[in-house]
């Protein structure tokens, strides 16, 4: 898997989540609307893994997190990416890393609409 992707000019690497500032975080899900306050992503971090698109100063241009649950099942949420970079690859790239991160695990989520082709081609079927 890349561990760099480069969506228009900005090259993005993928850090841990945990090392990422809340007020970051909180910014990248307001910029698509989303009510995540700074304390909601602090509680997020805690209960779960994951990973932000970071440039080269520091900027998160996407998330993803996983939620283990047990040892053979996790869910996927907070799959976000910067509306000026939508449409390049980068929910694709993130989404490989989660996948890689979780394998072995069963994954369920709850898709938007915005993501629900993205998740079909990776594999993931309609439940309701
Ligand atoms: C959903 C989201 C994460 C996708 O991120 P992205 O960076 O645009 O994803 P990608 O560029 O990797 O595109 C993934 C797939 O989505 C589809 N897609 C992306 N942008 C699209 C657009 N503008 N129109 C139609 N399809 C689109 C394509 O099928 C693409 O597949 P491809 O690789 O075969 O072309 C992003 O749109 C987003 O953050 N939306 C708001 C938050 C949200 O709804 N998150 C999902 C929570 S479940």
Known sequence: MRQSVRLKSFELVARDIADVDVHL?????ASV????????????IRAGKGLAAIDGIGRVFGTAMWFPHGEDFATVGLVVTSPRTQAQGGGRWLMDHVLEHCRGRDLALNSTRAAHGLYLSLGFVDEA
């Open 25 to 29: 975080l909180h910014a990248l899900t």
């Open 33 to 44: 609307g989303w009510p995540h306050r700074p304390k909601d992503w602090d509680f997020l």
